[in-house]
């Protein structure tokens, strides 16, 4: 199978991780597809024209990154899943669609950040940038109780949201907001950052994919 997407080895890629998690690394190969390129290829792949897309043994296309994730969970070999079951689903996909959520909010306020200054939307910054604070805040709030449950999918893409956040500061770099110039996620989120800082040494999320980026 093929995973088409935009490799960065900076920041947490969820479907390496649930890959890694599940011992399939080596059956994918990588295809570098960069959605915003002029001449982006992903539109042979997805309809929607975003990355990640999943190119499956079969040659059917799968997308969306949760669906790619949960369909690479479906192979694991190690006779875990980082997609609970029963009540502890639900609080693992909303975690899941918080760190997702997140990291949209921040890549939409740095699209609409590449427009010249006179023809951006600060509406719609502000409002993706609301997205990621509160995102960011609610994560703080419940970042105690992280570690109660084994590790999944919601834990997955919330560093992942962060990594993503800790290599693009559209935040910072735009500075609508008093006090965003020196924007740092790790401010007043001590539990948060705590979290975090120990989540990343995990084997699956400190392994560098350098593979992935050079075969691609
Ligand atoms: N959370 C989504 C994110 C997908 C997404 O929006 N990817 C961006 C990465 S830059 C993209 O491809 N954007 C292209 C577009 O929105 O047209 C997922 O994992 O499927």
Request: net charge negative; hydrophobic share 40%.
């Amino acid at each position: 199978m093929k995973l088409v997407f935009t490799p960065n080895p900076k920041y947490i890629h969820k479907a390496l991780v649930v890959a890694h998690e599940g011992g399939i690394l080596d059956r994918v190969e990588f295809e570098r597809s960069v959605p915003f390129d002029e001449d982006t290829s992903i539109w042979r792949f997805n309809p929607l024209g975003k990355v990640p897309c999943l190119i499956t043994d079969d040659g059917a296309p799968l997308f969306g990154g949760l669906v790619i994730c949960e369909y690479l969970d479906s192979l694991s070999t190690t006779g875990k899943s980082v997609f609970p079951t029963g009540h502890a689903r639900w609080p693992a996909l909303r975690q899941a669609m918080l760190g997702e959520g997140m990291f949209d909010a921040t890549t939409n306020m740095r699209v609409e950040g590449w427009r010249p200054e006179s023809e951006r939307h600060a509406d719609y910054m502000l409002r993706e940038r609301r997205k990621v604070i509160n995102a960011l805040d609610m994560m703080e709030r419940e970042a105690a109780q992280f570690a109660d449950a084994p590790f999944h999918i919601g834990h997955i893409c919330m560093a992942g949201g962060i990594s993503y956040l800790e290599l693009r500061n559209p935040i910072q770099e735009h500075d609508m907001v008093s006090g965003d110039a020196t924007f740092d996620w790790r401010a007043g989120r001590a539990g948060l950052a705590a979290w975090y800082d120990k989540a990343v040494s995990r084997p699956s999320l400190a392994y560098r994919y350098e593979h992935a980026v050079s075969k691609s």
